[in-house]
């Protein structure tokens, strides 16, 4: 079982910077893509962006034409932890922000929520104009 706890949201204004953070347990978090999805009001849950197994030489990230520029994603395999650093937020970020463990992903991070196993109970993030 993995167990990820996020932290980070908050309220904040259009154009300043948060970062969100996800705490994951045990002991294979390497072995693991992570990735970051949000849920606004009334909408679907959607991809924001993913990062590839910690244990792999190279670290792939994927991100949502949305935030791409914007938001950067990192993985600290000793901190067992994943990042989401957003910057430039918007009115339009504000959403329910949930991070999730890929447990059999691929080289390339997965953005389709499907092939993630695990997730947070989500943090909220709240963007006022």
């Known amino acids: 079982q993995v167990r990820l706890v996020e932290s980070g949201g908050g309220l904040v204004q259009a154009g300043v910077s948060l970062r969100l953070s996800c705490n994951t347990s045990?002991?294979?978090?390497?072995?693991?893509?992570m990735g970051w999805f949000r849920q606004a009001p009334g909408k679907e849950r959607e991809f924001v962006a993913a990062?590839?197994?910690?244990?792999?030489?190279?670290?792939?990230?994927n991100y949502a034409d949305s935030v791409k520029g914007r938001f950067t994603i990192s993985r600290d395999t000793a901190e067992n932890t994943v990042y989401l650093q957003m910057n430039s937020l918007k009115p339009e970020d504000t959403a329910l922000y949930f991070c999730?463990?890929?447990?059999?992903?691929?080289?390339?991070?997965?953005?389709?929520?499907?092939?993630?196993?695990?997730w947070g109970q989500g943090t909220q993030v709240t963007v006022s104009s």
């Open positions: 045990g002991r294979t978090f390497s072995r693991y893509a």
């Open positions: 990062i590839s197994r910690g244990g792999d030489s190279v670290n792939y990230a």
């Open positions: 999730a463990a890929d447990i059999r992903s691929t080289a390339q991070p997965r953005a389709v929520e499907a092939f993630y196993d695990y």
